[in-house]
C-alpha cells in the first residue's frame, strides 16, 4: 500500500511540475506580448503626447510609467514618420497598455477645442484599448485559475506525503 501512495505522490508532483512550466510560460509570453493601437494619424500620437506632458497629474507612485509610455510614444511615432506606411500604429506591451488607458482615462482639461482634440482621440483608441485590456484580462484569469491549481496540487502532494510516512512508521491513515 505504501508504494501506492508514494506512486500517487510522485504522479502528483510530475503533474505539479508540468502545470509550473506552464504557468511560467503564459506569465513570460503574456508580460513580453505586445498590443497594436491603431491611431488614425500621426497628430494623435502627437495628441497623446501632448496630454501626458501637460495635462497629465503624476505622482510619485507612477512617474516612471509616465515617462516610459511617453518615451515608447515618442520612440514609435519617429518610426511611423520614416515607415509612412498609411496607417499610424503603436505596439505596447500590458503595463503601458495600462497606463496609457490610467492616463486617457484621468486626464483634464480646458477649452472647447481642447475637448473636441481630447474626444476624437478618445473616440478613435478607446474601444481598442479596452478591447486589448479584456484580451489581457482573460489570459490572466488563465494564470490565475493556473496557481489555483498548483495551490490544490501542492496540498494534495502534502496530505499524500504524510499519508505516506504515517504508513511508514506504523500509522493508521483513515
Same mark, same amino acid.
Request: no cysteine; proline share 0%; charged share 25%.
Given at each position: 500500500?505504501?508504494?501506492?501512495?508514494?506512486?500517487?505522490?510522485?504522479?502528483?508532483?510530475?503533474?505539479?511540475?508540468?502545470?509550473?512550466? /506552464?504557468?511560467?510560460?503564459?506569465?513570460?509570453?503574456?508580460?513580453?506580448? !505586445?498590443? +497594436? $493601437?491603431? #491611431?488614425?494619424?500621426? @497628430?494623435?500620437?502627437?495628441?497623446?503626447?501632448?496630454?501626458?506632458?501637460?495635462?497629465?497629474?503624476?505622482?510619485?507612485?507612477?512617474?516612471?510609467?509616465?515617462?516610459?509610455?511617453?518615451?515608447?510614444?515618442? /520612440?514609435?511615432?519617429?518610426?511611423?514618420?520614416?515607415?509612412?506606411?498609411? !496607417?499610424? +500604429? $503603436?505596439? #505596447?506591451?500590458?503595463? @503601458?497598455?495600462?497606463?496609457?488607458?490610467?492616463?486617457?482615462?484621468?486626464?483634464?482639461?480646458?477649452?472647447?477645442?481642447?475637448?473636441?482634440?481630447?474626444?476624437?482621440?478618445?473616440?478613435?483608441?478607446?474601444?481598442?484599448?479596452?478591447?486589448?485590456?479584456?484580451?489581457?484580462?482573460?489570459?490572466?484569469?488563465?494564470?490565475?485559475?493556473?496557481?489555483?491549481?498548483?495551490?490544490?496540487?501542492?496540498?494534495?502532494?502534502?496530505?499524500?506525503?504524510?499519508?505516506?510516512?504515517?504508513?511508514?512508521?506504523?500509522?493508521?491513515?483513515?
Amino acid at each position: 500500500m505504501a508504494k501506492i501512495k508514494t506512486k500517487t505522490a510522485t504522479k502528483l508532483k510530475d503533474l505539479r511540475a508540468q502545470l509550473e512550466v /506552464e504557468v511560467n510560460t503564459s506569465q513570460i509570453e503574456l508580460a513580453d506580448k !505586445k498590443y +497594436t $493601437v491603431v #491611431l488614425e494619424n500621426t @497628430q494623435n500620437i502627437n495628441a497623446i503626447l501632448k496630454q501626458i506632458d501637460k495635462n497629465y497629474q503624476w505622482s510619485i507612485k507612477n512617474a516612471a510609467y509616465v515617462i516610459n509610455l511617453y518615451d515608447t510614444l515618442a /520612440e514609435q511615432k519617429k518610426l511611423n514618420n520614416v515607415s509612412n506606411a498609411g !496607417k499610424t +500604429t $503603436v505596439d #505596447l506591451n500590458g503595463v @503601458q497598455l495600462n497606463q496609457l488607458y490610467i492616463i486617457i482615462t484621468n486626464i483634464t482639461g480646458t477649452g472647447v477645442e481642447a475637448a473636441r482634440t481630447f474626444t476624437r482621440l478618445l473616440t478613435n483608441i478607446g474601444a481598442q484599448l479596452t478591447g486589448a485590456l479584456n484580451e489581457m484580462a482573460a489570459a490572466n484569469k488563465v494564470i490565475q485559475e493556473k496557481h489555483v491549481e498548483l495551490a490544490e496540487l501542492d496540498a494534495n502532494i502534502e496530505k499524500e506525503e504524510k499519508a505516506t510516512a504515517e504508513i511508514g512508521h506504523g500509522g493508521i491513515v483513515e
